[in-house]
């Protein structure tokens, strides 16, 4: 499966695709300037190309780009993308004296998304953390995924599962991934508290 990483050149995106190389994924990295992506996936031994081109070639898109830049990013390659399905990971922070806060706005970034591009959106990854997905070995947590689309979120879950040692975890449809980015601002305001690099463990599962 070929998977393109649209914004790949930041610390998740590189994380990913180190990753998903590992797995056996065909990895196509992104980035608004054509040189960047050339050299960054240059460094992580897959290939380069624009956005547009990564979205063009790819079975899944991964919205990797900054959170702030990811509803007008899959506006301007809609086209692109067209009808592949699309993983966000994305989560809006904002950061107040009391600490780290989920996004005010009324609907989650992966439904804003999905009002732009034509495929299935689904939400997931949030949890992981960068530095943790790049570590040498594989982190020790659980990916949590959800989405409308089965088949999409089949692949999503497939994929999520080659990323950690726990396990990857369907968490119902698309509006869940309100909650999904909600959790994103828990866990930096943990880790802040904790000095951690804190990831998510579900218990009760079989
Ligand atoms: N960092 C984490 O631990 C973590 C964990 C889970 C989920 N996430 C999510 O993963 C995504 C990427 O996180 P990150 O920390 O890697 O982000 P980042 O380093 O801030 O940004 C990633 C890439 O986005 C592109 N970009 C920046 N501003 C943009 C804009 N306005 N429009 C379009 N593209 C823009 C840049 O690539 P080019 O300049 O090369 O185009 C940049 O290298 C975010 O949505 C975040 O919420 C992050």
Do not use: W
């Not at 990811?70 to 966000?88: F, H, K, N, Y």
């Not at 947590?141 to 396990?167: P, W």
């Not at 866990?187 to 998510?200: D, E, F, P, S």
């Amino acid at each position: 499966m070929r998977v393109a990483l649209i914004g790949g050149t930041g610390g998740f995106g590189r994380a990913l695709a180190l990753r998903l190389r590992e797995a056996g994924y065909d990895v196509v990295l992104g980035s608004r300037d054509a040189g960047r992506a050339a050299s960054v996936a240059a460094e992580l031994g897959v290939e380069g190309a624009t956005n547009a081109d990564a979205a063009r070639a790819a079975d899944l898109v991964v919205l990797t780009t900054k959170a702030e830049g990811a509803v007008e990013t899959a506006r301007e390659l809609s086209d692109a993308i067209g009808t592949t399905p699309l993983l966000s990971v994305a989560a809006e922070l904002r950061f107040a004296e009391e600490g780290v806060l989920p996004t005010g706005e009324a609907t989650s970034i992966a439904q804003r998304i999905q009002d732009e591009v034509a495929g299935p959106v689904i939400a997931g990854l949030h949890s992981l953390a960068a530095s943790n997905l790049g570590a040498e070995e594989p982190p020790d947590e659980d990916a949590l995924v959800c989405g409308d689309d089965a088949d999409a979120k089949a692949a999503v879950l497939e994929l999520a599962a080659r990323l950690t040692t726990g396990r990857a975890v369907d968490c119902g449809p698309l509006a869940s991934a309100r909650a999904l980015e909600g959790l994103t601002a828990v866990i930096v305001n943990v880790n802040k508290r904790y000095r951690a690099h804190a990831g998510v463990r579900l218990t009760g599962l079989r």
